[in-house]
């Protein structure tokens, strides 16, 4: 004989218990709860993305990097590459040459390619970060200093490099599109046929509630001050940060002039471009800049 339980016999009958009512309620509840407020921090973070300045942007970014001691520490910076950063580099790099590394920190992609015999030059945009960076590399015996340069764009002028880093998670702080189109096109001018670049950045499946939210309102404002709109997968962090899917990123990149030769989501959001053949990309002139000139 079969056993028949209270639970088969409510399935049977289509009865659910008063316990069973009272839990589908409270989820049910509890998910429209999270989806209005994340609807409500869209809407938030939207207006404030829409009508936010550059300097706005700015200073949240320097005051989030602020309060993240371990950027400017000797251990994690000296720890060199993450294992991922450590194999696209062997697989798609030259084993040997002169590599370029944007958003460069205090340092740590620079420590790493050094370890691995390559001629490599570092920029930052932030003071305290690039200062920390000469200090830690120098300190280390290395005649080698992070560079000041100016955010978001550029840094390396008509330099030549045969491989290009940005560093760590930085194209992902890119406040634009065609901010970032205008950066990867420099890129492209500083690169032999075919040269790679190595980018990170934050990845994303299907627009979120957040996302669609945000998109709505900022798109709102930022046709009333006629300025560019903002792109689904636009947030605020609580810095500016922007989410990638592949097609979005391929898109971009594709008009910069590269081709997207791989994408992966873990550990990290990172793609390895490839400069596509007959584009050369766009020369740079240098942006004059030193540490003092930042700092001011």
């Keep these: 004989m079969i056993p028949y339980s209270s639970s088969m016999r409510r399935r049977v009958?289509?009865?659910?218990?008063?316990?069973?009512i009272a839990v589908a309620a409270h989820l049910r509840g509890k998910a429209l709860l999270t989806r209005a407020f994340r609807m409500a921090m869209g809407a938030h973070d939207g207006l404030w993305l829409g009508f936010a300045s550059e300097t706005f942007l700015t200073t949240l970014d320097e005051r989030y990097y602020a309060g993240q001691g371990m950027y400017l520490d000797a251990g994690y910076n000296g720890a060199g590459l993450h294992e991922w950063e450590r194999a696209q580099i062997a697989e798609h790099f030259p084993a040997s040459g002169r590599i370029g590394v944007?958003?460069?920190?205090?340092g740590r992609e620079v420590f790493g390619l050094l370890q691995l015999g390559y001629e490599v030059v570092g920029f930052e945009a932030n003071v305290a970060l690039a200062e920390r960076g000469t200090e830690l590399l120098q300190a280390a015996g290395h005649d080698v200093e992070v560079r000041c340069s100016v955010r978001d764009h550029w840094p390396g002028g008509e330099d030549r490099f045969d491989a290009v880093i940005l560093g760590w998670g930085s194209y992902t702080l890119i406040a634009s599109r065609n901010r970032r189109i205008a950066l990867l096109r420099g890129v492209a001018g500083a690169l032999p046929a075919s040269g790679p670049v190595l980018i990170s950045f934050f990845s994303r499946g299907a627009a979120t509630t957040y996302h669609r939210s945000l998109h709505r309102v900022a798109s709102v404002a930022r046709r009333l001050q006629q300025r560019e709109g903002p792109a689904v997968g636009d947030a605020l962090s609580?810095?500016?940060?922007?989410?990638?899917?592949?097609?979005q990123l391929a898109s971009e990149v594709a008009e910069a002039g590269f081709d997207l030769v791989t994408f992966a989501e873990k550990p990290?959001?990172?793609a390895i471009l490839q400069k596509a053949d007959g584009r050369n990309g766009t020369a740079v002139a240098s942006l004059p800049t030193t540490c003092a000139a930042n700092r001011a």
């Design 13 to 20: 009958l289509g009865r659910r218990s008063p316990a069973e």
């Design 102 to 106: 944007t958003a460069a920190g205090a």
């Design 238 to 247: 609580p810095n500016f940060v922007h989410y990638f899917d592949p097609e």
């Design 268 to 270: 990290y959001g990172h």
